[in-house]
């Protein structure tokens, strides 16, 4: 991927994703992460080489959904009208009143209090707002989930409580993540595996074998702390 006569943002990137599982992409600011999410998500097209998903997916229909850093949610709808618009833009033929119970239905499997379905994005705090934004992007039932840093400017409460939150809703109905991370504890946790990326170049990746399913306890377990020296090392040695 290369922007003008600048230099590639992303160069020679060659790496499979399974599919099913959640990936995490963990690099330094500026290496490329979420110019490869965007790539994945066809909002940027690669300056050459391809992006394969099989089966095919498309974010029009709803099978490719992206969470952004902000929840960017739509300050004049609630949330969950929100959520609804996710249905359908999707799906023209979708009723009002299902995609209602179906938004209504998300929400509550987000853990959003009921009472806060009807509230605007400015009346919610910043833990709800990325719960609704999730909602939004599972609504629909994406194969393909695509984060950049969802979680990163909340804090380490509500950060840790979405992320189980995150895990408990793979293991309903499993789907295939990435997740853009520079949390080494974060990828540890959610991920079957993590790729290093540096410069614009991926590495090779980092089976993430600690059993499942796993929620915040696994932390203390000596696996965890050794998966988190080999990502640590991996990162500091740029992936090689």
Known sequence: MRFGAASAVLQGVDC?????????LIGPSGCGKTTLL????????????????????RASRGEIAFVFQQPTLLPWRT????????LQLCDAAVSKHEARQRAE????????????????????????RMRVS????????????????????LDDLSRSALGELLLRRW????????LVTHNIAEAA??????????????????????PRPRNESVRTSAEFGGLYRRISAALQAGGS
């Open 134 to 153: 999730l909602a939004r992007a599972m609504v629909t039932q994406p194969s393909v989930l695509l984060l950049d840093e969802p979680f990163a400017a």
């Open 171 to 178: 293991d309903e109905r499993p789907f295939t993540a990435v």
């Open 105 to 128: 239905a998300e929400l509550a499997a987000m853990e959003l209090p009921t009472a806060a379905f009807a509230r605007f994005p400015r009346e919610l705090s910043g833990g709800m």
């Open 38 to 57: 965007r790539a994945l998500a066809g909002l940027q097209t690669p300056t050459s080489g391809q992006i394969a998903i099989d089966p095919p997916a």
């Open 16 to 24: 499979e994703i399974p599919a099913g599982e959640i990936v995490s």
């Open 79 to 86: 949330a969950i009208e929100n959520v609804m618009l996710a």
């Open 189 to 210: 946790l959610l991920s079957h595996r993590v790729f290093i990326l540096k410069a614009g170049q991926i590495g090779a990746a980092i089976v993430d074998d600690l």
